[in-house]
């Protein structure tokens, strides 16, 4: 039974879209700001988080759960947050950069996809994964972190539950972060 005024899914009033309304104080001082900035002959510009309204969130998010199970609940979401950012799809272990996908797993898919924006545009990325693992970090980090990392005479395995455990590993590595 749900009461009036009463959101049964806490999650759910993170999505709702809020208005941020900004105060005439705020957009004084901001403009205050600028125009002292600007005084030396700068062109004074509206920054884009005046002009534009707070971003909206998808209701219809959804992330994948992890393969791997059990382990320290905070790096299992960290792991989640990364692939939300990384591989937001709905087979987030076989896509490569730029959305293709990749059947066979049984080792790092090394496909080197053009990066046609941004800084890095006409080099080459072979970003691929859940957690879009670059084959050279997949290489140094397998031979660190894989359950079969004896098998050194062979490529590391790119299955689903070796993608999260490699990666669960690395970040729970407090040698690896310098903690």
């Given at each position: ?5 009463v959101?049964p ?12 309304p ?18 030396g ?24 759960p ?11 979401a960290l792991?989640r ?7 937001n ?9 730029g959305?293709?996908y ?17 800084p890095?545009?006409?080099n ?6 859940r ?6 970090t997949w ?6 972190y894989h ?15 070796y993608q999260?455990?490699?990666l ?6 407090s040698?690896?972060?310098?903690i």
């Amino acid at each position: 039974m749900t009461h009036p005024g009463v959101n049964p899914d806490p999650l759910e009033s993170l999505l709702e879209p809020k208005p941020t309304p900004l105060s005439p104080w705020a957009g004084w001082l901001i403009w205050g700001s600028l125009a002292m900035v600007a005084w030396g002959g700068m062109t004074l510009v509206k920054p884009a988080w005046v002009t534009f309204p707070a971003a909206q969130f998808s209701r219809h998010l959804v992330i994948s759960p992890l393969v791997m199970e059990g382990g320290d609940p905070y790096l299992r979401a960290l792991m989640r947050t990364i692939s939300a950012s990384e591989a937001n799809t709905a087979q987030p272990y076989h896509v490569i950069y730029g959305g293709q996908y990749v059947e066979d797993l049984s080792q790092h898919p090394n496909r080197c996809v053009i990066i046609k924006a941004g800084p890095n545009r006409g080099n080459c990325s072979t970003a691929s994964g859940r957690y879009q693992f670059l084959n050279t970090t997949w290489a140094e980090k397998a031979r660190q972190y894989h359950p079969h990392q004896f098998l050194r005479w062979q490529n590391y395995s790119f299955e689903p539950q070796y993608q999260d455990q490699v990666l669960y590993r690395w970040l729970a590595d407090s040698q690896a972060w310098g903690i």
